[in-house]
């Protein structure tokens, strides 16, 4: 635990859980992070979640699934990480110096974790910002018969998938999100999918679940439907064909 009064911060990431009927299994299950990682956030177990850097990210992704501001999260835990530091330096300052040599396997293995850990984070922090970044704008100059011509050396933007017309259901990704697509009772399609990726299906009946609604574009029997969400909400729909 930290200092006092520590406890409030995790009771608040427990109480917006509760409040919406959801077990830790269940968040685990539609955040993609651990359940024993979000009770360390609740319980303020710091030292099983590892470094500072860690415990912001998963509480990033954790607020703001449940609805909360992950700054100011993040902020209130920054606060008290310092007030920790200082106490902690405050003891080492006064308690007899002893150095140990760590092992070479001890380095290596911690450094592999560290590495592992950073990746999730940054792929994390990635997903839900990129539908914001604005695409390539393609300038065009005129030739001499009065024709416009693209500039050269852009990225091609990804085309829409064949819609398929009547009883037809497609996705296109903006951005890196998880889905489950369960058409007529078989699951279609299960999966974390990066931007770009792009299916239709035919059926009678669709049940899609998102993990990044703001991330993908829902077509049904050939008319846009829209996104279902905001960046980083989980969504689930049915449709019938």
Same mark, same amino acid.
């Given at each position: 635990m930290n200092a006092s009064g520590s406890r409030d911060? +995790?009771? &608040? %990431? &427990?109480?917006? &859980?509760?409040? /919406?009927?959801?077990?830790?299994?269940?968040?685990?299950?539609q955040i993609r992070i651990r359940?024993? @990682?979000? *009770?360390?956030?609740?319980?303020?177990?710091?030292?099983?979640? +590892? *470094?500072?850097? @860690?415990? &912001? +990210?998963?509480? /990033?992704? @954790?607020? /703001? %699934?449940? +609805?909360?501001d992950p700054e100011e999260a993040v902020a209130e835990f920054n606060r008290r990480q310092d007030v920790s530091t200082a106490a902690t330096a405050q003891d080492v300052a006064q308690a007899p110096r002893q150095r140990t040599r760590p092992s070479g396997a001890l380095i290596w293995v911690a450094g592999l974790v560290a590495v592992v850990l950073i990746a999730f984070?940054?792929?994390?922090?990635?997903?839900m910002r990129a539908q914001q970044s604005p695409g390539p704008v393609a300038d065009a100059t005129a030739t001499t018969d009065g024709a416009a011509s693209a500039t050269p050396d852009l990225p091609t933007p990804t085309p829409v998938p064949a819609l398929g017309g009547a009883n037809s259901l497609a996705l296109v990704l903006s951005a890196p999100s998880w889905l489950r697509v369960t058409v007529d009772g078989s699951v279609s399609m299960e999966g974390t999918f990066p931007a770009g990726t792009s299916k239709t299906f035919h059926g009678k009946n669709a049940q899609v679940r998102i993990g990044n609604a703001g991330g993908v574009e829902v077509f049904v029997d050939g008319k846009d439907r829209g996104k279902l969400g905001a960046s980083g909400d989980v969504v689930e729909y049915n449709f019938t064909l």
């Open positions: 911060l +995790g009771e &608040r %990431f &427990r109480a917006a &859980r509760e409040a /919406r009927g959801l077990t830790l299994s269940e968040v685990a299950e359940s024993v @990682y979000l *009770a360390a956030i609740e319980d303020e177990h710091w030292n099983a979640i +590892g *470094a500072p850097v @860690y415990a &912001r +990210g998963f509480m /990033r992704t @954790y607020a /703001r %699934f449940l +609805g909360m984070v940054v792929y994390n922090e990635v997903a």
